[in-house]
C-alpha cells in the first residue's frame, strides 16, 4: 500500500491528474516526511522496512520497524522515493512502492537568473575591456616611438653582434680544424669526445645482459677508436720533399673520406697518423672498415708532382669502447686510444699494411690494465683481451719498446 504524505506534513504535493504520484516541492520547504505501511497484518509489528530516495541516497536506508523518512534542505531537482517491506517470514516486497518528488529552485538559481547573470558579467567585462583598449591604445601610441628609436640601435647593434658571432665561430672552427687537411684535430676530440662516451655509456648500461656468454665485445652498442699510422710517408718526404709529402697527406684525406660512413669522424692525430672514431653499428664492421681502408691506401698511386708517383700503406690498430664486455669502465677512453696505437704499432712491426683489433674480454679487469705497462702479449696469454688480425701469421711481440703506462 501508498500512502502520500498529507498537505500539512508537505509543502506542497501534485494536483496535476496526469501525474498525480509528483510531489512538488517549493525552494522555502524545509523538509518533507515520508510515512508508509506494510499490509501483512499477521504480525505487524515485526514487519520491516528500508527506503531510498534516488537522486540524493546512494544506497537504501534500513529503517527496520520504523515507518516513516525525513528530508531536509534536498538541493533543487528531481528525485525518486521509493520504499519496500518484508512480512512477519522476513520475505521481502522486491517492487516496493514508488513517489516522484521535484523540488522548484530558487529565485536567484532559476534559468532566467543565470541569464541575467551572464548578462550583467558580460556587459561588465565588455565596458572594462573597452576601457583597458584605451588605455593601450595611448600606450601603444606612447611606446610605438620608443620602439622605433630602440629598433633603429637594435639593428646596428644586431650587426655587430652577428659579425662578431661569425668571427668567434670561424676562431673556434680554426682551433678544431686541421689547417691542411681540413680535418678535425686532437682539440676537437678533446672538446666533444666527453658527451659521446656519456651517451655510449647510458645506451650500454641500458642493453647489457648479465647472461651474455660472448668472448669478446664487439657487437652494438660501442664506439671504436681507429689509429692509422702511415707506411712509406717518411720517404716521400725525404725523396720529395715537405710539398710532395703535404700533397700526399691531402690524397690521404681524400681516400679516408671517401672510405669512410658519414657519421665517423676523422682526426689528423699528427704528422703521419690519423684517427677514426665511429660507432660500431653490427658484428665485426670495424674490422671490415680496418679492411677497406687498408686496402684503398695501399692500392692508391699517389701524385706527388713533377710528375712523381709514391705508394702508400696504412698500419691500422683500433680498440672499442666500452672495453670490457662486464665494465663499462674498464678503461677510459683516453686509455682505449692508448691500447689502440699499440695495436697500430704491432701492425707495423708485424710487417706493415695491415690492421690489428683488440678487444676486451670478460676476464678483463682494470686494475690490470692500469698497474702494468701494456704488453699485448701478456695480456692475451692471461685471456684479457681478444686480438684479431688482418695478417694470415702469428703475431710477433718481441719489440717492447712501445709498452707505456696506461694513464
Known amino acids: 500500500e501508498r500512502t502520500l504524505p498529507p498537505p500539512k506534513l508537505t509543502s506542497a504535493y501534485s494536483t496535476d491528474e496526469t501525474d498525480p504520484d509528483t510531489l512538488f516541492l517549493d525552494y522555502q520547504d524545509d523538509y518533507i516526511t515520508f510515512k508508509f505501511a506494510a499490509l501483512d497484518y499477521a504480525s505487524s509489528d515485526k514487519n520491516q522496512y528500508r527506503y531510498r530516495l534516488e537522486g540524493f541516497d546512494e544506497d537504501w536506508v534500513d529503517s527496520g520497524k520504523v515507518r516513516r523518512a525525513t528530508y531536509t534542505n534536498l538541493p533543487a531537482g ?11 517470514d522476513g520475505m521481502w516486497n522486491d517492487q516496493g512502492v514508488s513517489v516522484k518528488l521535484h523540488v522548484e529552485p530558487p529565485p536567484w538559481q532559476t534559468l532566467w537568473a543565470y541569464s541575467l547573470y551572464t ?37 646596428e647593434l644586431s650587426v655587430r653582434n652577428e659579425q662578431l658571432k661569425a668571427l668567434n665561430e670561424q676562431l673556434l672552427e680554426a682551433s678544431t680544424t686541421d689547417s691542411l687537411t681540413g680535418l678535425k684535430n686532437r682539440r676537437y676530440l678533446y672538446d666533444s669526445i666527453e658527451s659521446r662516451v656519456a651517451l655510449v655509456e647510458r645506451r650500454c648500461n641500458g642493453s647489457q645482459d648479465p647472461d651474455f656468454e660472448a668472448k669478446t665485445v664487439d657487437i652494438a652498442p660501442s664506439l671504436f677508436f681507429m689509429m692509422i699510422d702511415l707506411d712509406g710517408f717518411k720517404a716521400i718526404n725525404d725523396t720529395y720533399g715537405h710539398l ?9 684525406r681524400d681516400i679516408l673520406q671517401s672510405t669512410c660512413r658519414k657519421s665517423d669522424t676523422i682526426i689528423r692525430w699528427g704528422g703521419d697518423e690519423f684517427m677514426i672514431i665511429g660507432e660500431n653499428t653490427s658484428s665485426r664492421a670495424a674490422e671490415q672498415l680496418a679492411e677497406r681502408i687498408r686496402y684503398n691506401l695501399a692500392e692508391h698511386q699517389y701524385q706527388l708532382g713533377g710528375g712523381h708517383v709514391g705508394r702508400l700503406s696504412g698500419s691500422i690498430g683500433f680498440a672499442m669502447y ?28 708485424n710487417g706493415r699494411n695491415a690492421w690489428v683489433g683488440v678487444y676486451g674480454t670478460r676476464k678483463s679487469i682494470w686494475d690490470e690494465f692500469t698497474k702494468t705497462k701494456i704488453n699485448l702479449e701478456v695480456l692475451a696469454s692471461q685471456g684479457m683481451i681478444d686480438i684479431r688480425s688482418s695478417l694470415s701469421a702469428a703475431l710477433s711481440f718481441t719489440d717492447n719498446a712501445r709498452q707505456e703506462e696506461v694513464h
Do not use: C, M
Not at 119 to 143: C, D, E, M, P, W
Open 119 to 155: 548578462l550583467f558579467i558580460g556587459g561588465t567585462l565588455v565596458n572594462y575591456r573597452r576601457g583597458q583598449n584605451k588605455k593601450l591604445n595611448r600606450a601603444a601610441k606612447h611606446s610605438a616611438k620608443l620602439e622605433r628609436e630602440v629598433q633603429s640601435r637594435t639593428r
Open 322 to 349: 666500452p672495453f670490457s664486455p662486464l665494465h663499462t669502465r674498464t678503461l677510459s677512453w683516453d686509455q682505449t686510444v692508448a691500447v689502440a696505437d699499440h695495436a697500430a704499432y704491432t701492425a707495423k712491426k
Open 244 to 252: 710532395a709529402g703535404d700533397q700526399a697527406l691531402l690524397e690521404v
Open 78 to 88: 528531481d528525485y525518486t522515493f521509493t520504499v519496500t517491506a518484508s512480512n512477519n
